[in-house]
């Protein structure tokens, strides 16, 4: 089983439609939890941190759940901009720093 | 956001030569810095950590005679490929933590490497 579990997608959806993209994770220790964006033949670049407490970014909201060792963003009024791969990031430290990033999930938004 | 820069952007080479990547981290020291290597479709894969200083620390199934790590000062880290291959081909990105805030990650903008 994979460290970080993403649906690879892709997803296709229309301008302003509404989509959710889910992640889990297998080590319990984990201990901070991202999404990354990453457009193609690029670096990543940090969306948002993800809290317990849910945390919402303009259209963009992230939220955990720690008993589920579950993450999710939510993409309210998709604009075409959003398209590319979103990628969940979990960190644990636990005998040395560790990051795992998810395979990613892809995002086409069509006029 | 810190800003994180890598030189080449793109380099193509022969089977059989050596290549070095430069991360540079700009406006900050990068007391630790990451090396991914990333194929087409596929995630991130770390291939090492490297502390200033330091030996580099690889992961499993990367060979570190092939892939020489140097983090040399708090500002620079280099990857040195070894007689690549034309599998070694790949956009390898770099990124660097600032000992201040050990979650947060600065990635460089990618290095895409073709063997021929």
């Known amino acids: 089983r994979k460290e970080v579990e993403q649906d690879p997608g892709p997803f296709n959806v229309p301008e302003g439609a509404t989509v959710a993209f889910n992640c889990t994770y297998s080590n319990s220790a984990s201990q901070s939890f991202f999404w990354y964006r990453q457009d193609c033949r690029k670096e990543p670049k940090l969306l948002m941190s993800v809290y317990s407490s849910g945390n919402e970014d303009g259209r963009f909201t992230a939220q955990l759940n720690r008993a589920s060792q579950y993450i999710s963003l939510l993409i309210r009024d998709s604009k075409l901009s959003d398209s590319a791969t979103y990628l969940c990031?979990?960190?644990?430290?636990?005998?040395?720093?560790?990051?795992?990033f998810g395979a990613g999930t892809r995002l086409f938004v069509k006029a | 956001g810190a800003v994180v820069s890598q030189h080449p952007s793109w380099v193509i080479c022969k089977s059989g030569t050596s290549v070095k990547i430069e991360c540079r981290s700009l406006d900050f020291q990068a007391t630790t810095m990451f090396w991914y290597r990333q194929f087409p479709k596929q995630s991130l894969m770390l291939m090492a950590t490297?502390?200033?200083?330091?030996?580099?620390?690889?992961e499993q199934g990367v060979e570190k005679d092939k892939f020489l790590i140097n983090h040399a000062s708090l500002t620079l880290s280099t990857l040195t490929v070894t007689s690549a291959h034309p599998e070694d081909s790949s956009f390898y990105i770099c990124s660097a933590r600032d000992g201040t805030a050990i979650y947060e990650q600065y990635f460089g903008p990618g290095t895409r490497l073709t063997v021929t």
């Open positions: 490297s502390n200033e200083g330091s030996k580099a620390t690889y």
């Open positions: 990031v979990v960190n644990a430290n636990t005998g040395g720093f560790k990051t795992i």
